[in-house]
């Protein structure tokens, strides 16, 4: 059984910085890929970052500039640098991976909330 644990959410002032942890354990056959989301109230989940095996990434338009997606493969750690936060930012974030080549399944944390207060 595979479980994604996210780490590092609290409350933080505008402008401020936050770093999320999200570690992977369980029966891992090998990981594809994996990112984050986050769900503001009222609305539905979007994607925040994603980050593949070979280290390339993508971010949603919002968060460039201001968050960094990065692994540690050998820890089965992700992480998500979160700086210069605003108060949109706020939601709960959660993290996914992406596991198996042959048959895929995407496997999720319980996530963890983010506050950013004006």
């Known amino acids: 059984q595979v479980q994604l644990v996210e780490s590092g959410g609290g409350l933080v002032q505008a402008g401020g910085s936050l770093k999320l942890s999200c570690t992977v354990s369980g029966s891992i056959s090998s990981i594809v890929a994996m990112g984050w989301y986050r769900q503001a109230p009222g609305k539905q989940r979007a994607l925040v970052a994603t980050i593949l095996n070979d280290g390339s990434t993508t971010s949603a338009d919002p968060i460039k500039g201001r968050f960094t997606i990065s692994r540690d493969n050998a820890k089965n750690l992700m992480y998500l640098q979160m700086s210069s936060l605003k108060p949109e930012d706020t939601a709960v974030y959660y993290c996914?991976?992406?596991?198996?080549?042959?048959?895929?399944?995407?496997?999720w944390g319980q996530g963890t909330q983010v506050t950013v207060s004006s």
């Open positions: 996914y991976a992406v596991i198996g080549y042959d048959s895929p399944m995407v496997y």
